[in-house]
């Protein structure tokens, strides 16, 4: 597996030599005069359909930092989607700079950037790029998802993230047990925000015991009072007995010190790029007997929200309908790390490229 960080890439790396190790197809870089408007696109592979991906902005130290991230966020896009079987490929934006600068204009040229990409990148939410960032983007170019309902869009993906996110952890008890029921399982849900919280619904209401952990004191509260949750400590959380271990915070939580302290059987959360290092780690969790979900998967549900979104005439139902197969990919995957001593998540990223090959091969058909 290719691993690409900041240290590694000095001022003298190659950026072509980065691109061909990492796959990707385009880069592109957007700066406009006026707004101050600093931004890379990200197009990792396109071979499945247009690459979508959300533009995320951050106060990157450096430009390097930016491209750093643009170049590992589109890749895992494309495996996410070519996994979760959507015709799409993958990419993703950064904006370098701080939140306070963003404003109509801002907003609007960077939509006309993407619109520039005449439908090869489709954008999106990220972090720190809410709706209404959207909606102003919109105003330049249709290749943007993540629009309010009351503008045609699929709202908040937060709730089928996490009913895609259940699904998994059904799929995986089944692995693990042999019954998808979650009926009286200790789960432990690190972070209760929008994901976190769809999902203590779902586990309340199926009867397992449910922790939950966050550095907010106000989202615990409500989310105990309102489903009898268990609180612990954020210092604690790697040593209580519990069956499964949600994460839904943050990522890089599954590390040497966490994996060597962790005392239960399934790992099954919405967080992104839960493993500190994707290959140690997976391969890790796989030597302690714990069954790990690979995050990129079980987390499709917002991807495949977007997806329907961009596919026209949205319908709820039947984003959850494609999240629901999230199940029967999350076992495929176990069977095929089974049947290949491979940890989950090469067995993921091979399947993924797998589908991206084969589907190639079609299109080049006569
Ligand atoms: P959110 O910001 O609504 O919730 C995150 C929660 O984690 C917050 O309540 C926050 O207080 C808590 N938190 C932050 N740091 C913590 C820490 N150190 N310990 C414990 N709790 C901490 O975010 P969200 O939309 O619920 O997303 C949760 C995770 O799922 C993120 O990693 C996100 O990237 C990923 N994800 C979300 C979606 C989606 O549709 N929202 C889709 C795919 C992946």
Same mark, same amino acid.
């Given at each position: 597996?290719i691993?690409?960080? =900041?240290?590694?890439?000095?001022?003298?790396?190659?950026?072509?030599?980065?691109?061909?190790?990492?796959?990707?197809?385009?880069?592109?870089?957007?700066?406009?005069?006026?707004?101050?408007?600093?931004?890379?696109?990200?197009?990792?592979?396109?071979?499945?359909?247009?690459?979508?991906?959300?533009?995320?902005?951050?106060?990157?130290?450096?430009?390097?930092?930016?491209?750093?991230?643009?170049?590992?966020?589109?890749?895992?896009?494309?495996?996410?989607?070519?996994?979760?079987?959507?015709?799409?490929?993958?990419?993703?934006?950064v904006?370098?700079?701080?939140?306070?600068?963003?404003?109509?204009?801002?907003?609007?040229?960077?939509?006309?950037?993407?619109?520039?990409?005449?439908g090869?990148?489709?954008?999106?939410?990220?972090?720190?790029?809410?709706?209404?960032?959207?909606?102003?983007?919109?105003?330049?170019?249709?290749?943007?998802?993540?629009?309010p309902e009351?503008?045609?869009?699929?709202?908040?993906?937060?709730?089928?993230?996490?009913?895609g996110?259940?699904?998994?952890?059904?799929?995986?008890?089944?692995?693990?047990?042999?019954?998808?029921?979650?009926?009286?399982?200790?789960?432990?849900?690190?972070?209760?925000?929008?994901?976190?919280?769809?999902?203590?619904?779902?586990?309340?209401?199926?009867?397992?015991?449910? *922790?939950?952990?966050?550095?907010?004191?106000?989202?615990l509260?409500?989310?105990?009072?309102?489903?009898?949750?268990?609180?612990?400590?954020?210092?604690d959380?790697?040593?209580?007995?519990?069956?499964?271990?949600?994460?839904?915070?943050?990522?890089?939580?599954?590390?040497?010190?966490?994996?060597?302290?962790?005392?239960?059987?399934?790992?099954?959360?919405?967080?992104?790029?839960?493993?500190?290092?994707? =290959?140690?780690?997976?391969? *890790?969790? *796989?030597?302690?007997?714990?069954?790990?979900?690979?995050?990129?998967?079980?987390?499709?549900?917002?991807?495949?929200?977007?997806?329907?979104?961009?596919?026209?005439?949205?319908?709820?139902?039947?984003?959850?309908?494609?999240?629901?197969k999230?199940?029967?990919?999350?076992?495929?995957?176990?069977?095929?790390?089974?049947?290949?001593?491979?940890?989950?998540?090469?067995?993921?990223?091979k399947?993924?490229?797998?589908?991206?090959?084969?589907?190639?091969r079609?299109?080049?058909?006569?």
């Amino acid at each position: 597996m290719i691993e690409v960080n =900041e240290a590694k890439m000095t001022a003298k790396t190659s950026i072509f030599k980065k691109l061909e190790e990492m796959g990707h197809e385009q880069i592109v870089y957007c700066h406009d005069e006026h707004t101050g408007l600093k931004a890379i696109i990200g197009i990792h592979n396109t071979v499945l359909g247009p690459a979508l991906g959300g533009t995320r902005m951050w106060n990157y130290a450096s430009e390097q930092e930016a491209l750093v991230d643009v170049l590992r966020l589109s890749r895992g896009m494309t495996f996410k989607a070519a996994i979760s079987g959507l015709n799409l490929g993958g990419g993703k934006a950064v904006i370098i700079g701080d939140v306070k600068q963003k404003n109509e204009a801002f907003l609007r040229r960077f939509g006309k950037f993407v619109d520039g990409l005449g439908g090869r990148y489709i954008t999106a939410e990220d972090v720190n790029m809410k709706t209404r960032d959207m909606e102003y983007i919109h105003m330049e170019t249709n290749n943007v998802t993540g629009l309010p309902e009351s503008m045609g869009g699929g709202g908040d993906p937060s709730p089928v993230t996490s009913f895609g996110t259940y699904m998994g952890m059904k799929a995986m008890a089944k692995t693990a047990y042999g019954s998808d029921s979650l009926e009286g399982k200790k789960v432990l849900v690190q972070g209760v925000g929008q994901v976190g919280m769809y999902l203590v619904e779902y586990l309340t209401k199926e009867g397992a015991k449910v *922790m939950i952990s966050d550095i907010s004191e106000e989202k615990l509260k409500n989310v105990s009072s309102q489903f009898g949750a268990t609180v612990i400590s954020n210092e604690d959380i790697f040593d209580v007995d519990m069956d499964i271990y949600a994460p839904c915070a943050l990522g890089a939580t599954l590390n040497d010190d966490s994996i060597a302290r962790m005392k239960c059987q399934i790992i099954a959360g919405a967080a992104n790029n839960q493993l500190e290092d994707e =290959e140690k780690h997976g391969y *890790m969790l *796989m030597d302690r007997g714990i069954f790990y979900a690979p995050d990129f998967v079980i987390n499709a549900g917002g991807l495949i929200n977007v997806y329907k979104e961009h596919l026209g005439s949205y319908n709820r139902d039947r984003a959850y309908r494609t999240a629901e197969k999230i199940y029967d990919t999350c076992l495929n995957i176990q069977h095929v790390s089974e049947e290949h001593n491979i940890s989950p998540q090469e067995a993921a990223i091979k399947l993924a490229i797998k589908r991206i090959k084969a589907i190639g091969r079609v299109k080049l058909s006569k």
